[in-house]
């Protein structure tokens, strides 16, 4: 082979070579590229799906805040409606300022110093434009009036800034008198010795001139910060006594069964007897609403005991007064029951249990 020859064959294979490594290299640099951009995609789009779940979440979480903060908003609302409804002056506060100064008020002091405070501790409690002078003349009072008792009965004509306060009190009235009274005093004699002797002087007695009962009306007035008397307190007289009617079995009478009467009363005897010996757990047996005064009471009899017709066939109606005994003791109590009885599995069972004669 020539020279010539020789050197065309070595430079084709090196530029066969030559190109063969430009070509693996570009290959590498294309899967490196390629790497790249799936890297800047895969954390492009993690970063963007992460700001939306970040966004959505705080989203979430205000619209939930908005809902408790709107909830709240509404129930204040609401309680302020209420308040508004009965009137902040019938509050435990307008009880309280109502009460203290019905103390005040009844309360009068035989001593002219006590009297000129009491007059100036009543002015705070009293709306502006009413004067002390306007609720009570006591000049020609020279006794003392005390406070017993008092106690809240009523409060009426409520609206929204006043409400009147009806107070039951007892008090009682003194008259204040001067007698003559012996006091020991000592004395010096001619002699220089001490004795003891008797001399006359004057001293004030309370006279009690008995005790009244009566009821005292105080308007109250707010602004919806603070309370004062806005009128004259009046009184009234106790109201008469009276009474309500006993709770009574009103069940027609013609509706009693007689028939199975003796059945029925066997049932409660045992009803009753297991009422007090049997806990909760084993009543519901015997009862759908288990009830049980286990170590509590003991059975003791049935008084006044009668049995109607129930609303179904094969139910009745018991109602009677049960003889119960504390535990460990003679003390015995009547209790009145109402029970609606039906026969299930050839065995009565009480579906109603009532703690009433009534109904």
């Known amino acids: 082979m020539s020279f010539f020859s020789k050197l065309t064959g070595g430079l084709k294979k090196n530029v066969s070579q030559g190109r063969k490594k430009v070509l693996k290299d570009e290959r590498r640099l294309t899967t490196s590229r390629l790497n790249g951009r799936t890297a800047f995609t895969v954390v492009f789009w993690g970063v963007l799906l992460g700001v939306i779940f970040f966004s959505f979440q705080a989203w979430a979480r205000t619209g939930f805040l908005n809902e408790k903060v709107n909830g709240y908003k509404d129930q204040a609302s609401s309680q302020i409606e209420s308040l508004n409804e009965v009137g902040f002056a019938n509050s435990p506060a307008g009880e309280t300022y109502a009460n203290q100064f019905v103390t005040t008020y009844i309360n009068v002091s035989n001593d002219e110093k006590k009297r000129e405070e009491r007059s100036k501790a009543l002015q705070d409690f009293l709306a502006e434009g009413l004067k002390v002078g306007e609720l009570e003349n006591l000049t020609a009072f020279q006794g003392k009036r005390v406070l017993k008792s008092a106690s809240l009965y009523d409060v009426k004509n409520v609206s929204e800034d006043a409400a009147s306060y009806v107070y039951r009190i007892e008090y009682e009235l003194f008259n204040v008198v001067e007698k003559k009274e012996q006091v020991p005093v000592?004395?010096?004699?001619?002699?220089?010795?001490?004795?003891?002797?008797?001399?006359?002087?004057?001293?004030?007695?309370?006279?009690?001139?008995?005790?009244?009962?009566?009821?005292?009306?105080?308007?109250?007035?707010?602004?919806?910060?603070?309370?004062?008397?806005?009128?004259?307190?009046?009184?009234?007289?106790?109201?008469?006594?009276?009474?309500?009617?006993?709770?009574?079995?009103?069940?027609?009478?013609?509706?009693?069964?007689?028939?199975?009467?003796?059945?029925?009363?066997?049932?409660?005897?045992?009803?009753?007897?297991?009422?007090?010996?049997?806990?909760?757990?084993?009543?519901?047996?015997?009862?759908?609403?288990?009830?049980?005064?286990?170590?509590?009471?003991?059975?003791?009899?049935?008084?006044?005991?009668?049995?109607?017709?129930?609303?179904?066939?094969?139910?009745?109606?018991?109602?009677?007064?049960?003889?119960?005994?504390?535990?460990?003791?003679?003390?015995?109590?009547?209790?009145?029951?109402?029970?609606?009885?039906?026969?299930?599995?050839?065995?009565?069972?009480?579906?109603?249990?009532?703690?009433?004669?009534?109904?």
């Open 186 to 359: 000592k004395s010096k004699g001619k002699d220089g010795k001490e004795t003891v002797v008797k001399e006359e002087r004057m001293k004030k007695i309370d006279e009690p001139l008995g005790k009244k009962e009566q009821m005292i009306v105080v308007r109250l007035g707010t602004d919806g910060n603070s309370f004062n008397v806005i009128e004259q307190p009046y009184y009234q007289a106790i109201p008469g006594k009276s009474r309500v009617a006993a709770v009574q079995d009103q069940t027609d009478q013609s509706q009693q069964n007689v028939k199975v009467k003796d059945e029925m009363k066997q049932f409660a005897t045992q009803f009753f007897t297991s009422y007090t010996t049997n806990s909760v757990d084993e009543m519901a047996y015997l009862m759908e609403k288990p009830e049980s005064l286990k170590d509590l009471y003991e059975y003791k009899g049935l008084e006044d005991f009668v049995v109607y017709d129930g609303e179904q066939e094969g139910q009745y109606i018991v109602k009677t007064l049960v003889l119960l005994q504390e535990a460990n003791t003679g003390l015995q109590t009547k209790h009145p029951f109402t029970l609606v009885v039906s026969k299930e599995n050839n065995k009565f069972y009480v579906k109603q249990f009532k703690h009433t004669l009534g109904g």
